[in-house]
C-alpha cells in the first residue's frame, strides 16, 4: 500500500500521484496528517480526469464504449479523497508558469508540496523539469 508508518516514514506505492507543491523546509520530514495516503489523496479535479483519460482511450481503441463507464463507475465508487483545487490554483499557475507545464499536472505538484508528502509521477517531463526544484517528486521508474 501507500501512507506513512508510525514512524512518519512515507510508504510509497507504484500507483501513486499527487501533487500540490506547499512551502515546506526540506531536509526535514514533516509529520502526516493521520488521514493522509498519497494513494487516495487528489486534487477535486481527479474525477474529470479520470473521464478524460477513459474517453480518450475509447478514441484510441484502447477500451471500447461500452467499457468506459463501467470502468468509471468503478472508479467513482472508490474515489479517493478529494481536495478543493481552489487553494492549490495560485501556487500551481505559478508553477505552470515559471516550469512551462500544465496547470493540472501542477495542481498534483501543489498538494503534495502543502501536504508534505512524496508525489510520485510516471510522467518523465514532470520530473526532469521540477524535480531539481521539488525534491518530493519521485519518478515511479525509479522505484524498485
Not at 531536509?27 to 479520470?50: K, T, Y
Not at 524535480?131 to 522505484?143: D, K
Amino acid at each position: 500500500m501507500g501512507g506513512w508508518d508510525r514512524a512518519g516514514n512515507s510508504q510509497r506505492a507504484p500507483s501513486a500521484e499527487a501533487s500540490d507543491l506547499g512551502a515546506l523546509p526540506f531536509g526535514r520530514r514533516p509529520q502526516p496528517p493521520l488521514s493522509w495516503n498519497p494513494l487516495l489523496n487528489h486534487a477535486d479535479v481527479f474525477p474529470i480526469e479520470v473521464a478524460h483519460a477513459l474517453a480518450r482511450s475509447e478514441r484510441r481503441g484502447i477500451i471500447t464504449p461500452a467499457q468506459g463507464p463501467m470502468f468509471l463507475a468503478d472508479i467513482l465508487a472508490s474515489q479517493p479523497q478529494l481536495y478543493p483545487y481552489l487553494p492549490l490554483l495560485w501556487r500551481a499557475y505559478a508553477i505552470s508558469s515559471q516550469a512551462r507545464i500544465g496547470v493540472y499536472d501542477c495542481l498534483y505538484v501543489a498538494l503534495a508540496e502543502r501536504e508534505g508528502c512524496e508525489l510520485l509521477t510516471a510522467d518523465d517531463r514532470l520530473v526532469r523539469t521540477l524535480q531539481p526544484t521539488f525534491p518530493f517528486i519521485t519518478a515511479l521508474a525509479s522505484l524498485p
